[in-house]
């Protein structure tokens, strides 16, 4: 007679939980995985597939109840999706370790949260809590950040600096809000941390602090992160006794809950304050892949366990790397084809491209951390190895857009925005001085009143203006690329050599559409590399050269 397999029932079939999946069945589980898109990337992996949406408690708990009938099921959890409250749910009703259903409310639930914490007397921030963007008289001082009560990725999320901001950053994080409540806290000043743990009976098992990497404000875009943290061991152990704080306060911790918390905490001059804790192991590519590259450990492995109601071995470091991961984005516009994949993948000590967008993408510049292009991941046996890695993989990466497209007109064109700072951000940030030099340069393409001086043995060739005060000045864009590399870049993607004009012997001439066919790019050509980076600058080149009719001519790619 053959021994039925143990079955474990997954929630969510993304790359978020392709650890999950594959450590289960390494364990000899037999796993049944839920999500509601039947093409999710880990679907074929499964021992079985159910399409079901994972807002959809009462399915998912008929489904649970089915298979206990028929074979049994010892378990259920989840990884990196907003869902753990359907895991409680289902636990519960159907007998299974896991936490209470009111505490995985208390841990989504950011008004729940709030008021847990408060109650507790865990550190964490004054809020109110909105239903509408009528009344905004709020008594809370600037700045605020204002998010939906019952989201993640930082959909919805902003900084508010002033009063005239706050009514469409309610508005925006009401859209994403199922429940229709948006809070409103204070804003908490100081660098970001996550941290993950296994949970089991009382205890709470650390499983990695990481250091975040948040940019472009209003928004928080996670850009990245690494393990572990640089912070001293005192201030480590001080995030993370708040953090324990935070998850019994929730009532994650009782003597007979099992599961998994993720935290973020910030460092403010006050000392340790949560951010916001959820119950379950993270997303962003931390308990499944940065964590066990850097410790050895796979936290998954142990979440896994738990929901079993088995007590979680194999928690303990066995190396001590440093994992980096770093995202890549793009301003908006419609992906055409992507370049250097294969050789981000070759940089020694890179792990994992994650590519998030394919040729015929619609992409933007990311609002929240769900909009970005990809990740790269690294490990290596030191912090700076290991940064340089993930970084240099991420800036190898190229996304050429279409030639002809509304959006990235818009975004190439003087900034304009009601919030502050204006966002989306220029690629270089430009001194008053290089503002002044790059409003000086010429006019490229056919700008009237141009001398067209002769350029004979030139015909065709597409040069550029020189701009020596800009690629000398040792600036990077917000990728951290230089002038230089993102010129290269600009080379790469369009397929044209693009020679300053001074290295094709015409120094000293003017921009436009020569009579022999060569066309000098001049003020345009740098603004939009400044606005852009290299993506901006390729479109332009590519449009200008497609507006002329050159493009087969002049051997622009039509594809990579």
């Known amino acids: 007679m053959v021994e039925r397999r143990e079955r474990l029932l997954i929630l969510g079939a993304g790359v978020m939980q392709g650890p999950a999946i594959n450590i289960a069945k ?17 679907v074929s992996m499964a021992d079985r597939f159910e399409q079901v949406d994972l807002k959809d408690k009462a399915g998912i708990e008929a489904l649970g109840h089915a298979l206990k009938t028929a074979g049994g099921l010892a378990g259920i959890m989840t990884a990196g999706t907003d869902f753990s409250a359907t895991v409680a749910w289902t636990a519960e009703r159907l007998g299974l370790p896991g936490i209470p259903y009111e505490a995985s409310l208390n841990a989504s639930d950011k008004e729940r949260m709030r008021r847990c914490f408060k109650a507790a007397g865990v550190p964490s921030p004054e809020f109110i809590v909105l239903t509408s963007a009528e009344d905004m008289r709020v ?31 309610v508005l925006d994080a009401l859209r994403f809000s199922r429940s229709g ?65 935070g998850i019994k306060a929730l009532g994650l911790a009782t003597d007979t809950a099992v599961g998994a918390a993720k935290g973020d905490i910030k460092l403010t001059p006050s000392g340790p304050m949560i951010g916001e804790i959820a119950a379950r192991l993270s997303g962003g590519y931390m308990s499944g892949w940065t ?31 440093t994992s980096a991961e770093r995202a890549f984005i793009s301003i908006p516009g419609t992906v055409r084809s992507i370049h250097g ?32 292009c990809g990740n790269i991941i690294s490990a290596a046996p030191s912090r700076a190895l290991a940064v340089d890695a993930a970084e240099q993989a991420a800036r190898s990466i190229l996304i050429r857009l279409e030639a002809s497209d509304d959006e990235t007109e818009q975004f190439l064109t003087p900034l304009s925005s009601f919030l502050t700072p204006p966002y989306p951000p220029d690629a270089f940030t430009l001194p008053g001085n290089l503002q002044d030099l790059l409003a000086a340069l010429p006019e490229s ?42 010129i290269e870049a600009v080379r790469l993607v369009t397929g044209l050599p693009l020679p300053l004009a001074e290295e094709a ?56």
Request: charged share 25%; with cysteine; hydrophobic share 40%.
């Open 291 to 321: 964590y066990p590259y850097s410790s050895g450990v796979e936290p998954t492995r142990g979440a896994i366990l738990v929901a079993l109601g088995k007590v979680p071995e194999g928690l303990s470091p066995t190396r001590s790397w």
């Open 26 to 42: 390494e364990l000899g589980l037999e796993t049944v995985v839920v999500d509601a898109d039947p093409r999710a990337p880990w």
């Open 505 to 560: 012997g015409t120094t000293g001439v003017k921009t436009g559409d020569q009579k022999d066919g060569t066309l000098i790019l001049g003020h345009r050509f740098w603004a939009a590399l400044i606005r852009g980076g290299y993506q901006g600058a390729a479109y332009f080149v590519e449009r200008v050269v497609q507006k002329k009719g050159r493009c087969e001519k002049r051997g622009i790619r039509s594809e990579e």
């Open 181 to 245: 409540r948006v809070i409103v806290e204070a804003y908490m000043e100081g660098p970001e941390f996550s941290v993950d743990a296994i949970v089991y009976k009382g205890e709470v098992i650390i499983c990695g602090l990481a250091d975040r990497h948040i940019f472009f404000p209003p928004y928080f875009i996670e850009m990245g992160h690494t393990m572990p943290t640089m912070v001293d061991a005192e201030t480590a152990g001080a995030l993370l006794a708040t953090f324990i704080q």
């Open 139 to 169: 008594p809370l001082p600037y700045p605020l950040v204002v998010k939906p009560v019952d989201n993640m990725g930082a959909r919805g999320c902003r900084r508010v600096d002033t009063s005239e901001g706050l009514p469409p950053a």
């Open 445 to 486: 393409e056919d700008a009237p009143g141009q001398d067209l001086p002769m350029l004979p043995g030139l015909n065709g060739e597409v040069l550029l203006l020189p701009f020596p005060e800009f690629t000398g000045s040792g600036l990077t864009d917000y990728t951290g690329r230089t002038v230089a590399a993102s």
């Open 341 to 372: 994949t294969e050789k981000a993948k070759a940089i020694e000590y890179v792990q994992d491209l994650f590519l998030r967008i394919e040729p015929g993408s619609r992409v933007r510049f990311p609002e929240n951390n769900v909009t970005k």
